[in-house]
């Protein structure tokens, strides 16, 4: 019997010209990089992108900084024995300088110190070791100036890192 789970998220993108701010993190024995997810504690999304921003760059958090909505992606993972719906809420901020960054940041991911870095687009592109195939996807999409209006489709093996994207569809 398959069992339906459904998920919303909220995802923060910071971008500075060709690079991406990412969490670093082992999962499975295999190095890989993500996002920042948002917490949302009391359904104020602003606070928690400004509070993220705050725990992030702490001394270079400028309260000027502009995030803005970035879209929406329609995620659907199946793996054995469930069907994951997943609803994306992305928020971008474009930095005009890759800041530096609290090198003891910690989240739900994050553990260690110096667990963030600054990747370049270029790395994204050529790199099929610590990205699985939807996220690089979504990933270089970023780095151009329209929404992530999508519905994506994946197959998850056992392997976390080994997700095939099955579907993409621009919304």
């Given at each position: 019997m398959i069992q339906n789970i459904n998920k919303k998220v909220y995802l923060l993108y910071i971008v500075s010209g060709e690079k991406i701010l990412l969490r670093k993190n082992?999962?499975?024995?295999?190095?890989?990089?993500?996002?920042?997810?948002l917490h949302m504690e009391n359904e104020d999304i602003q606070?928690?992108?400004k509070q993220k921003l705050k725990d992030i760059?702490?001394?270079?958090?400028?309260?000027?900084?502009?995030?803005v909505d970035f879209g929406k992606i329609f995620s659907n993972i199946?793996?054995?024995g469930y069907n994951v719906n997943i609803e994306i809420e992305a928020f971008k901020l474009n930095l005009s300088e890759s800041l530096h960054?609290?090198?003891?940041?910690?989240?739900?991911?994050?553990?260690?110190?110096n667990n963030?870095?600054?990747?370049?687009?270029?790395?994204?592109?050529?790199?099929?070791?610590?990205?699985?195939?939807?996220d690089k996807k979504v990933l270089l999409r970023v780095f151009e100036n329209r929404k992530l209006n999508i519905k994506m489709e994946e197959l998850q093996?056992?392997?976390w890192i080994e997700a095939k994207l099955l579907k993409w569809e621009d919304l």
């Open positions: 082992i999962h499975q024995n295999i190095n890989t990089f993500d996002v920042f997810n606070k928690s992108i760059f702490s001394n270079n958090y400028n309260d000027s900084f502009k995030v199946k793996k054995d960054f609290n090198t003891s940041y910690r989240d739900d991911l994050v553990s260690e110190d963030l870095e600054w990747i370049d687009k270029n790395f994204i592109l050529v790199n099929n070791e610590n990205f699985r195939e939807g093996p056992e392997k």
